[in-house]
């Protein structure tokens, strides 16, 4: 009898592991293409996701505010990434004032890089809301400056 049990324990127990794997399986999220090859860290669905403020002088000023309370120690005053933070550890920032800086990326993955970072650049999931992130690529996109 004590040998029936153990093989009925054993039983339950692959059952149990089994039915765990089916579950996990379930729940792991399809994978998705990058949005660009160059920016593999950006699933395909954020990056197509639209801005849904709009980029009016109200937006713009607020993301300017944002820019120049969280950004600017690493990407400079004027977005050309000579930070003194950036400068004092030595990390290269992108120039946003070059055309192409920016240009590759949608509003979508700007706000996903901006929520979730980039090689060295923290994320701001916990720092700003969505409606303030949204005002920061607006910022953004009016870096250069045009003409």
């Known amino acids: 009898m004590r040998h029936s049990s153990r093989g009925w324990i054993w039983f339950a127990l692959a059952l149990a592991l089994g039915a765990a794997g089916l579950v996990i399986a379930q729940e792991t999220p399809p994978a998705t293409e990058p949005a660009t090859p160059g920016d593999s860290d950006i699933p395909s669905i954020e990056a197509g996701r639209k801005n849904p403020v709009e980029p ?3 937006s713009v000023g607020r993301g300017k505010t944002l820019y120049t309370d ?4 690493c990407h400079g005053k004027t977005g050309n990434g000579k930070g003194s933070l950036a400068l004092q550890i030595g990390y290269k920032v992108p120039d946003f004032t070059r055309p192409d800086a920016l240009a590759h990326l949608t509003d979508g993955a700007l706000y996903y890089r901006i929520t979730h970072g980039h090689e060295a650049m923290p ?4 720092f700003i809301n969505d409606k303030e992130k949204w005002d920061l690529v607006n910022y953004l996109r009016t870096l250069p400056p045009k003409g």
Do not use: F, K, Y
């Not at 969280?70 to 120690?73: E, F, G, I, K, L």
């Not at 994320?123 to 916990?126: N, P």
């Open 56 to 58: 009016d002088e109200g």
């Open 70 to 73: 969280r950004c600017v120690m």
């Open 123 to 126: 994320g701001e999931q916990d």
